[in-house]
Each structure stands twice: as structure tokens, then as C-alpha cells.
């Protein structure tokens, strides 16, 4: 039965990042006193890198690729970590890939004080045993986020999946409303956490959650 449900996954996630002309995905950088920029995409593949948490971004261009990235999505100089204004411990950043004859090549972008708030004003309510209250009290917390699934028993598949490779019931809570059920797996409390789970999760392919840091 497991097998079914990690087979299933498996393909449909590495279906949506195998064509990296669309590719996007939200991930930890790692930093490099280097000037290289490394992906597991070819060389010579243009990105624009977002800091998910202030809303700036710039577009680079890759200089190698490597399949031993582990739990970074990209790996960046010290130059592009500061003028991103990147958080060191929880460096989270959105990849969206450029097509090389883009119109759009800017170097650096910023969104008004208007727009980088709007994320900040919306509050998302978790259902769980758990005391949720105290939950959200916490600040600079990694949250992994599976769905949202409109069938309910999709959901519910995905809730065992995650309870029987992760083995720990506290860190796996539900956020379940009608035709938008959610799976989430925190709080985590740094890196080495997330790279724990990530490294379980990776082993049946489930790696197409989203990250939030609350």
C-alpha cells in the first residue's frame, strides 16, 4: 500500500521540476566563499532568486551543476547572500528560471513596503490536537507543508505516509476545511532538523512541499 502511495507522489513531483525552463521551487540557499553559483540545472541557466521574506530579488546565471546539492536547492557567493539580505541561519529563498531570450533581465528588483507586508497580514488557522495557540507564538520556525488536496482521503493517505516515515506524531498536524486539506510537518527548529527530515522525505520522493518560517 505505502509503495502505491510513494510511487504516486514521486512521479507527480518529479514531473513538475523536470522541465526547468518553467522550474520553481522555494528552498534553503548555501552560502560559499567562492564566486560560484551551483544548481543541478546546466550551466548557463538563469534564475531569478528571491528572498522570500523581504521580497527582493535578483537574476543570475549558473557557472556549474552538481546532483550533490543534499538539502539546498542552490548555492550562492557571499556577494549575492549580502545584497539579497539573506538570513545566515534560515537562508530561504524562491528559484523561478528565466528563458534565455527573456525580455526581463534586470539585476536586482524591489517591491514597495506595500506589497512586502501583504503575506505578513494573512493568518492561516491549524486544526490539531496539538495547542496551536502556543504553536504560533513561536517565531523563526520551519513548517513544510504538503496540499492542498481537495479530496480529503488524499489528505488523510498523506497524514499516514508522513506519520510512518517521520515516526514522531508531534511534529505532523492537519489543517483540514472543505476541498482545501493541508498536511504539515513542524516546527523545526534550524537547518539541521529540516535536513534530517528532508533526507526521510527524499528517500520516497516526497520533496514538493512548500516552506514557511513563522
Not at 1 to 18: D, E, G, P, R, T
Not at 103 to 113: G, H, V
Not at 128 to 141: A, F, G, R, T
Request: charged fraction near 30%.
Amino acid at each position: 500500500m505505502y509503495k502505491k502511495i510513494f510511487l504516486f507522489f514521486f512521479v507527480i513531483f518529479y514531473s513538475c521540476s523536470s522541465n526547468y525552463i518553467i522550474y520553481e521551487k522555494k528552498g534553503f540557499a548555501k552560502i560559499v566563499n567562492n564566486d560560484k553559483i551551483i544548481t543541478s540545472f546546466p550551466k548557463g541557466t538563469i534564475f531569478r532568486i528571491t528572498n522570500v521574506e523581504i521580497k527582493e530579488s535578483i537574476v543570475v546565471t549558473t557557472n556549474e551543476k552538481s546532483k550533490n546539492l543534499g538539502s539546498r536547492v542552490i548555492t550562492l557567493p557571499n556577494d549575492i547572500f549580502r545584497k539579497l539580505k539573506l538570513d545566515k541561519n534560515l537562508p530561504l529563498i524562491h528559484m523561478q528560471s528565466l528563458r534565455k531570450n527573456k525580455i526581463y533581465i534586470a539585476k536586482k528588483t524591489k517591491t514597495f513596503e506595500q506589497e512586502k507586508r501583504v503575506d505578513k497580514k494573512i493568518k492561516i488557522e491549524k486544526i490539531n490536537v496539538m495547542n496551536l495557540s502556543e504553536k504560533k507564538k513561536i517565531k523563526d520556525k520551519i513548517y513544510l507543508n504538503f496540499g492542498p488536496f481537495y479530496n480529503k482521503t488524499y489528505a488523510n493517505q498523506m497524514y499516514k505516509v508522513l506519520n510512518f516515515k517521520i515516526n514522531n506524531k508531534n511534529l505532523i498536524f492537519k489543517d483540514y476545511k472543505d476541498n482545501n486539506y493541508k498536511i504539515s510537518v513542524g516546527p523545526l527548529n534550524n537547518l539541521k532538523e529540516y535536513d534530517k527530515i528532508y533526507l526521510k522525505l527524499g528517500k520516497i520522493g516526497l520533496i514538493g512541499f512548500d516552506i514557511n518560517i513563522q
